[in-house]
């Protein structure tokens, strides 16, 4: 499925990676078309200003809803759903990734600063799905580092752009639990041995080990993602 995602940043050059990334052959292949839009190209004062003080004060400045309001206007599309990297936002998730994965647009509004005019986002419902959306409850400096990582869980998930689809499922939070450690060759490294069992070719005791190896991990590092206290 084709997918168009727009990226807004006063950090274009932050996402040339994505044309050498994995995504850069889903581009190729045309099955993700990826545009990055410089917010200051929607400013028209000299210094290109983006930001400003915040109303009722505090630390910090706001970035401006007009150079938002122009690029909104240029890239927002009814059947687009914006995503906005927020610490605010409702939390990422594998879900959310596949969700997102089946939309045919996508356009990511990545703010600095203290966070964009909510107004921007007031005005961008009523043209399309707006979610605000958080990557983890850390500090980051803007959305840019949150939108690459959104954009990189989701475009994989696009069909076609990953080669391997089966390698899909098998990942840690595809079925609820941590993956279970992988090996290859040698089979003795630095005097540590491979497990025994998965050299044993018996695939059904292979893969009993594996899952109670989820489990065990999943116990000891997630005991939320188990709904353990
Ligand atoms: N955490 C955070 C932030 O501090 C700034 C922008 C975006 C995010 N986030 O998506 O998690």
């Not at 004062?45 to 122009?70: F, K, L, N, Q």
């Not at 990557?135 to 580092?145: I, M, P, R, T």
């Not at 999943?218 to 709904?227: E, F, M, S």
Request: negative net charge.
């Amino acid at each position: 499925g084709r997918m168009r995602i727009d990226i807004v940043t006063i950090f274009p050059e932050f996402f040339g990676v994505l044309d050498v990334s994995l995504l850069g052959k889903a581009r190729e292949r045309g099955i993700i078309d990826v545009a990055v839009h410089d917010l200051r190209d929607y400013t028209h004062d000299r210094h290109r200003t983006v930001d400003d003080t915040p109303y009722g004060g505090g630390a910090g400045m706001v970035m401006r809803p007009e150079p938002w309001g122009e690029a909104l206007d240029e890239v927002l599309t009814p059947d687009a759903v914006l995503i906005v990297p927020s610490p605010a936002g409702e939390r990422f998730t594998q879900a959310l990734a596949k969700q997102l994965a089946t939309e045919s647009r996508l356009v990511f509004a990545c703010g600095r600063y203290e966070g964009i005019d909510q107004r921007v986002v007031e005005h961008a419902a009523s043209v399309a799905r707006v979610r605000e959306v958080s990557l983890g409850d850390y500090v980051l400096n803007g959305g840019e580092v949150a939108a690459m990582a959104m954009i990189e869980a989701v475009g994989r998930l696009v069909p076609g752009v990953i080669g391997n689809p089966e390698s899909l499922d098998e990942e840690s939070h595809e079925d609820g639990l941590l993956e279970y450690p992988s090996y290859t060759k040698p089979a003795v490294w630095r005097e540590r041995e491979v497990p025994p069992i998965l050299l044993s070719g018996n695939h059904g005791a292979i893969a009993a080990w594996r899952r109670e190896q989820q489990v065990e991990r999943t116990r000891r590092v997630r005991p939320d993602l188990l709904g353990d206290a």
